[in-house]
């Protein structure tokens, strides 16, 4: 942990606690670590740095990120979800090494980073064996971002040799990594739990992976109500006493009002990945049945298979939904609507306070008061976008993109500086996730399958691949 004192300068600070708001001229002071201070002018012993006309707020938190597939980007720009769990979740994760795990996770970190996302709920569903995860974790550590780490319990391909022979071995797996990784809980690292869908296997297996997450106090995280046509398995969770505000659940797009009771009445959190669910026809981001339900929304950047790896992006196409969807039955009166009902500040709930008490850190990131841990964005520069800056709120989510983000620091160390990530070969890093891809292609081109490979019976046929016999 660093000891000197940093002193950020004459920025306007979005401080995203409601009992300071945005600031519109004040200094932050940071030391050992955590914030120390929040005022309008600070004087202190420490290194200044001038922040005057830029931005300076909160460490964005992205809720669920498959971050092993940035090594994938793109690939699955024009597919379809069941293409993607064809070709991704059946074939190309079945290639990768626990080299390319390392890999994928470093360079999805540093690119989280590098666009102001300070922590990330890591759903890490590529555990082959024991050593994936010990590599997408080293990643993880490396890139030095904030995490939760989700151990994936989830089989790539039942058609091949799997290392874990049986379920119970990779649920010891977990009790290894555990005691191996994450022993304490003073590091930016904690660990967590990515759920295998309930639809893809027995039930008394879904129960194992949650007793086990349970049992090492771990965050869970799982994709619920994706897929259109199948069950969503809520009301048969919460019957067994098994949902709970330990859980985060993603895209949430086919739930019933009923299931979107019972996640509320258990506290459950919700994730919502715009860009994804918008392009590959998932249904309309849940955003207003959250709210209805009391449950507070959070944004996920999801696939760097399919899309980008910036919240900025997230933010403005989840706010331009929720506007679409709130005036649409007027539009389609001919009436236009009189104010804009939810605020570009309001928004940015969703990547701060709100997705900080989605992770159970709300006492530690997501606002930027005393006490809590400095995960700081510092916004502006030279780029045109930036000037002038005349709506602090609306600049960040409207007019930002990661070219933009100037300072990044996580738990008090600078980890971008003046535009630049702090100390990473990025050439070197690119060239070496280059070579990453076109040998895990080159591996799923050599077992003759051809991408994304999904079969004319859909989504029957993938069940049938993924649930084991009873």
């Given at each position: 942990?660093?000891?000197?004192?940093?002193?950020?300068?004459?920025?306007?600070?979005?401080?995203?606690?409601?009992?300071?708001?945005?600031?519109?001229?004040?200094?932050?002071?940071?030391?050992?670590?955590?914030?120390?201070?929040?005022?309008?002018?600070?004087?202190?012993?420490?290194?200044?740095?001038?922040?005057?006309?830029?931005?300076?707020?909160?460490?964005?938190?992205?809720?669920?990120?498959?971050?092993?597939?940035?090594?994938?980007?793109?690939?699955?720009?024009?597919?379809?979800?069941?293409?993607?769990?064809?070709?991704?979740?059946?074939?190309?994760?079945?290639?990768?090494?626990?080299?390319?795990?390392?890999?994928?996770?470093?360079?999805?970190?540093?690119?989280?980073?590098?666009?102001?996302?300070?922590?990330?709920?890591?759903?890490?569903?590529?555990?082959?064996?024991?050593?994936?995860?010990?590599?997408?974790?080293?990643?993880?550590?490396?890139?030095?971002?904030?995490?939760?780490?989700?151990?994936?319990?989830?089989?790539?391909?039942?058609?091949?040799?799997?290392?874990?022979?049986?379920?119970?071995?990779?649920?010891?797996?977990?009790s290894r990594v555990a005691g191996t990784w994450f022993s304490g809980r003073d590091g930016l690292l904690t660990l967590g739990v990515a759920l295998t869908e309930q639809e893809t296997i027995p039930f008394e297996t879904v129960r194992a992976e949650i007793l086990a997450a349970r049992e090492h106090d771990a965050l869970m995280v799982t994709h619920t109500g994706s897929v259109w046509g199948v069950p969503t398995g809520i009301a048969e969770l919460a019957e067994a006493g098994l949902l709970g505000?330990?859980?985060?659940?993603?895209?949430?797009?086919?739930?019933?009002?009923?299931?979107?009771?019972?996640?509320?009445?258990?506290?459950?959190?919700?994730?919502?990945?715009?860009?994804?669910?918008?392009?590959?026809?998932?249904?309309?981001?849940?955003?207003?049945?959250?709210?209805?339900?009391?449950?507070?929304?959070?944004?996920?950047?999801?696939?760097?298979?399919?899309n980008s790896g910036d919240l900025f992006t997230q933010l403005r196409v989840g706010l331009g939904f929720h506007r679409w969807a709130e005036t649409e039955e007027m539009n389609l009166r001919g009436v236009n609507p009189e104010q804009v009902k939810l605020s570009a500040e309001?928004?940015?709930?969703?990547?701060?306070?709100?997705?900080?008490?989605?992770?159970?850190?709300?006492?530690?990131?997501?606002?930027?008061?005393?006490?809590?841990?400095?995960?700081?964005?510092?916004?502006?520069?030279?780029?045109?976008?930036?000037?002038?800056?005349?709506?602090?709120?609306?600049?960040?989510?409207?007019?930002?993109?990661?070219?933009?983000?100037?300072?990044?620091?996580?738990?008090?160390?600078?980890?971008?500086?003046?535009?630049?990530?702090?100390?990473?070969?990025?050439?070197?890093?690119?060239?070496?996730?280059?070579?990453?891809?076109?040998?895990?292609?080159?591996?799923?081109?050599?077992?003759?399958?051809?991408?994304?490979?999904?079969?004319?019976?859909?989504?029957?046929?993938?069940?049938?691949?993924?649930?084991?016999?009873?």
């Amino acid at each position: 942990m660093p000891s000197q004192r940093i002193l950020l300068r004459g920025g306007t600070v979005i401080t995203m606690d409601p009992r300071h708001g945005t600031l519109p001229c004040a200094d932050v002071l940071i030391e050992n670590g955590l914030i120390e201070k929040v005022a309008p002018h600070i004087e202190a012993d420490a290194e200044i740095i001038d922040v005057s006309g830029h931005i300076v707020m909160p460490g964005m938190i992205d809720t669920h990120r498959h971050t092993w597939q940035t090594l994938l980007r793109s690939l699955c720009a024009d597919w379809t979800l069941i293409d993607y769990i064809f070709g991704v979740r059946l074939a190309v994760a079945n290639a990768y090494t626990a080299e390319d795990m390392y890999l994928g996770n470093l360079l999805g970190s540093l690119d989280a980073i590098n666009s102001g996302v300070t922590t990330l709920l890591d759903f890490s569903h590529c555990t082959n064996t024991p050593e994936h995860a010990d590599g997408a974790i080293t990643g993880l550590r490396d890139a030095g971002v904030r995490a939760v780490f989700g151990y994936g319990f989830y089989e790539s391909n039942r058609a091949a040799p799997p290392h874990f022979t049986t379920h119970d071995e990779r649920l010891a797996d977990l009790s290894r990594v555990a005691g191996t990784w994450f022993s304490g809980r003073d590091g930016l690292l904690t660990l967590g739990v990515a759920l295998t869908e309930q639809e893809t296997i027995p039930f008394e297996t879904v129960r194992a992976e949650i007793l086990a997450a349970r049992e090492h106090d771990a965050l869970m995280v799982t994709h619920t109500g994706s897929v259109w046509g199948v069950p969503t398995g809520i009301a048969e969770l919460a019957e067994a006493g098994l949902l709970g505000p330990d859980q985060v659940h993603v895209h949430c797009n086919s739930l019933s009002d009923n299931d979107w009771q019972l996640l509320a009445e258990h506290g459950a959190k919700v994730s919502i990945s715009p860009e994804t669910e918008l392009n590959m026809g998932m249904g309309r981001p849940v955003f207003a049945a959250a709210e209805r339900h009391g449950i507070k929304p959070t944004l996920s950047c999801d696939i760097a298979s399919f899309n980008s790896g910036d919240l900025f992006t997230q933010l403005r196409v989840g706010l331009g939904f929720h506007r679409w969807a709130e005036t649409e039955e007027m539009n389609l009166r001919g009436v236009n609507p009189e104010q804009v009902k939810l605020s570009a500040e309001a928004a940015l709930q969703w990547t701060t306070t709100n997705a900080a008490d989605a992770i159970g850190q709300a006492d530690r990131i997501g606002a930027l008061r005393a006490g809590m841990s400095a995960d700081i964005v510092v916004i502006g520069g030279p780029g045109t976008s930036q000037h002038p800056q005349l709506d602090p709120a609306g600049t960040v989510v409207f007019q930002t993109g990661p070219e933009d983000v100037r300072h990044v620091l996580i738990d008090g160390r600078f980890v971008k500086r003046d535009g630049a990530l702090v100390g990473v070969d990025l050439p070197h890093l690119l060239g070496a996730a280059d070579t990453s891809a076109e040998n895990i292609l080159k591996r799923v081109g050599e077992t003759g399958r051809e991408l994304p490979g999904t079969p004319r019976e859909g989504w029957q046929s993938l069940a049938a691949q993924m649930v084991p016999p009873a």
